[in-house]
Each structure stands twice: as C-alpha cells, then as structure tokens.
C-alpha cells in the first residue's frame, strides 16, 4: 500500500457509519482521500462513528443501497474513483430471524452498487466485501482458497455466496470487456473475524465482552470450541486498500476474489480468546457456557491467503495478542472518556509502523 496514492483520491465508502466501515473512513482520511460516506444511520447504540466523530473530515450521506438513483446520484456528484462497498447485514443470527432483510441488502444492495458504477465514468476501481463464511464449509481443517466452492447454510453466508456471484457477473459482464480505457477493476474481498475498538453489534464476541464489563454482569457463550480467524480490524482494510490501489493501476490484473485472512497459528478458539482477554482486562472478564439448542453455526473456519501474500505483498502485521491488547485499549480508552477518535488514529499509526517494522506489543 503506498500512502502518497490515497492522497486526494475521491473515494466512495458504503456503509461507512458501520464498524469496519468507520476505521476505514477515518483511514482515508488520514492519508488525504476525498471520502464521501454513503449509508444508513449507525447500526448500533454506540457506535464508533459517532464516539470517533467519522464524519468530520468526510462528506457523509444518509442513504439506502437499496434506492438505485440515490446512490447513483451519489456516487456521481462526488465523482468517485474508487468504491468500497461494505454496507451489508452482517450478522448470523439476524439472518435467521429476518432472512428477506439480509437477501435483500446483501444480495440486491450489491447489484445496486454495481449498476450504479456502470454509469458513473469516474469509477475506476471497485472492492466489494464480504466475508470467509461464503465457502461451502464442511468443516475441512485446510483453509479456504479462492477458487473453493461457495455456499452457506444459513441466510447470512448463503447471501454473501450470493454477492460473490453477482460480483463475478458484473465484472464479466460489464467492465473487464470494454474498451482499456473504459474498464473498470471489481475484485471482491472476504476477510476473518475481525476485532477492534469500537465494535458494539450483537451476538459478536467482543462486543459481548465489552458490553458483559460495563454492566458488570456474566457473559453466556453459546460455542466455546469454535474455531475462528481472528484479526484485528486493520489487517482486513489493509488488504482492501492494497487491492483497490492495484486495481485501479492494473484493472485487468487483479479483478477477482481475495482472502485476507490471518497466519494458522492466529486461527483460536473462542474459549482461547477469552481466556487472553481475561489476562488483559481482568478478573471482571468472566463466561458461562449456554448449553441451550443454537442456530447452526460452522466450528472450524479458516482462510488460506497465499494468493494475497504472492501477488499483492500483503500479509498480517500483528500478532493476535497483540490485537487483542489494542482492542482492550480502545475500550479502556472508552471507559475514561479519552478522545476516541485520536484513540483510533494511535492504532493506524502504529499498525503503519508495523507495515515497515518487526511485529510489536501495545500496553
């Protein structure tokens, strides 16, 4: 990733008043980018974006992905060069209890985006994310590699499949078979479980730490041996970045699908995650086992982002504990009201530090 690139690039970010969404934003503009955020309100109460004040330094638009001339107004006022589209339902078991919901944002709230950019000249690079679960898991403990069959057998990883797919059939479709100087580079993205400051959705594991703490109450975990990805939320947009830049130098060579995922040995269970938070938050980090029935969740999940490290020289910067240390930071840093938006703006710039240096520990 070369930071002089970004520098007043006009950048379009869907969802950008989520989560990953918000660190993203607040990276772009610390690296000069135009970024006009396109979104719904936050999906949370909390949120990151509100707590680290995104939307200063960005123009924000309160929008839906699913009103096609809005956003395609949108995008073509700001004149986008560059699209990340994150906006999405992104949690499992909503998708079980509103299905329809998640299809509809999901799956159509991409072919939206992707319409839009047909029609908007300025777009020259295009990075659609969606997420590791779009395999077809059948619990194998090699990880998943590109060209791996999709799937899903709930709602969630099922529509993200499907946004693999719709992605595949605009790119082929549309944009790499024009003319050289009309193509347009789409590649899509999936990542791990990402962790970081500022993440307050349900039934996430963090989240539900982090929330467990502050009302001094229990936390009931429903699938301690379930095996994860974890990475912090910089590694994933890191990688975004990295793709989107060579994207929009060499379109035809790198419009397909990426994982961005973390090192085997980063790949713990969740009983493991909770046994390191408890190391660094205390003794106030405390579970119980739920041995209720559950929705079906896969046990083992795991990428395999060779492709990545060969042909984009990205690879993960930061140990899991030490991403975890930075995520406990953050909300520590929460709890004693400090400036959370410099709080994220720390983290960047010492995960800069790490894209040239040996790994590091925050304490």
């Given amino acids: 990733m070369t930071l002089a690139f970004w520098r007043n690039k006009r950048v379009l970010v869907t969802g950008h008043t989520g989560f990953k969404g918000s660190w993203l934003s607040l990276w772009l503009q610390s690296m000069g980018a135009e970024v006009t955020g396109y979104a719904l309100a936050p999906p949370t109460q909390p949120s990151l974006y509100a707590l680290a004040n995104v ?13 096609l001339q ?13 699209v990340f589209h994150l906006a999405a339902q992104a949690i499992v078991r909503q998708s079980y209890t509103n299905p329809l919901e998640t299809y509809k944002t999901n799956v159509n709230g991409t072919a939206h985006v992707l319409e839009a950019v047909r029609y908007v000249p300025s777009v020259r690079a295009v990075v659609v994310i969606t997420s ?8 194998m403990m090699e990880g998943h590699v590109e060209t791996d069959p999709l799937g899903g057998a709930d709602p969630y990883s099922s529509s993200k499949a499907a946004a693999e797919l ?4 605009y790119r082929k479709s549309y944009f790499m078979p024009a003319k050289a100087d009309e193509r347009v580079g789409i590649a899509s993205a999936r990542s791990g479980n990402v962790i970081g400051g500022g993440d307050w959705a349900a039934d996430r594991l963090i989240p539900d730490v982090a929330r467990a703490i502050l009302n001094k109450q229990t936390l009931s975990i429903r ?9 912090h939320v910089l590694e994933p947009l890191c990688g975004y970045l990295t793709l989107a830049e060579k994207l929009y130098q060499q379109p035809e060579s790198f419009s397909e699908s990426w994982n961005f995922g973390p090192d085997e040995s980063e790949c713990w269970s969740v009983l493991n995650i909770l046994e390191a938070l408890r190391e660094l938050w205390g003794s106030s980090v405390s579970w119980r086992i739920e041995h209720l029935p559950q929705p079906y969740e896969a046990k083992y999940l795991k990428l395999d982002s060779t492709k990545a490290r060969k042909r984009l020289g990205w690879r993960p910067r930061w140990k899991l504990r030490s991403a975890l240390e930075f995520t406990v930071n953050w909300y520590r840093d929460y709890q004693s009201n400090r400036d959370l938006r410099a709080s994220v703006d720390a983290q960047i710039s010492a995960y800069l530090d ?8 925050h304490s």
């Fill in 55 to 67: 939307g200063r330094g960005m123009q924000s638009v309160h929008g839906d992905i699913l009103d």
């Fill in 223 to 231: 699938n301690p041996h379930a095996v994860r990805p974890w990475q």
């Fill in 132 to 139: 590791d679960k779009c395999y077809e898991n059948v619990g």
């Fill in 70 to 82: 809005n956003l395609q107004r949108v995008m073509g006022d700001c004149k986008s060069e560059i």
């Fill in 166 to 169: 719709v992605t595949a059939a």
């Fill in 354 to 361: 790490a894209l040239n240096h040996v790994e590091i520990s």
